[in-house]
């Protein structure tokens, strides 16, 4: 089992940077494949952008292409979120998964098997 908990949320004018952190308890960081997804208000959780263990393979959603970078450090049992130019619409809680089983991105949230609490991101205009 791992817990997950992330940091670096907040306000931010449109156009500015966040970086999101995912810190994972436990010694098996490494054997997860991770995601990020966020939830608007009124909205489903939606998928943001995925990596594999061993980071040889991500995926983005079509809407943070170029803007979001996903990335971890096992040795530091650590995912990252690096949000640039970011949008009002970017505004939703934004939660670190984690998930078992077989080493590729996975979209659906539906397969993450850890969740972390969820940290507020706001973008204002």
């Known amino acids: 089992q791992v817990q997950l908990l992330e940091s670096g949320g907040g306000l931010v004018q449109a156009g500015g940077s966040l970086r999101l952190s995912c810190a994972a308890s436990g010694r098996t960081f490494s054997s997860y494949a991770m995601g990020w997804f966020r939830q608007a208000s009124g909205n489903e959780r939606e998928f943001v952008a995925a990596?594999?263990?061993?980071?040889?393979?991500?995926a983005y959603a079509e809407f943070v292409k170029g803007r979001f970078t996903i990335s971890r450090d096992n040795a530091k049992n650590t995912m990252f979120l690096q949000m640039n130019s970011l949008k009002p619409e970017d505004t939703a809680v934004y939660y670190c998964a984690a998930r078992r089983g077989n080493d590729v991105v996975v979209m659906s949230r539906f397969a993450y098997d850890y969740w972390g609490q969820g940290i507020q991101v706001t973008v204002s205009s």
């Open positions: 990596i594999s263990r061993s980071s040889g393979s991500i």
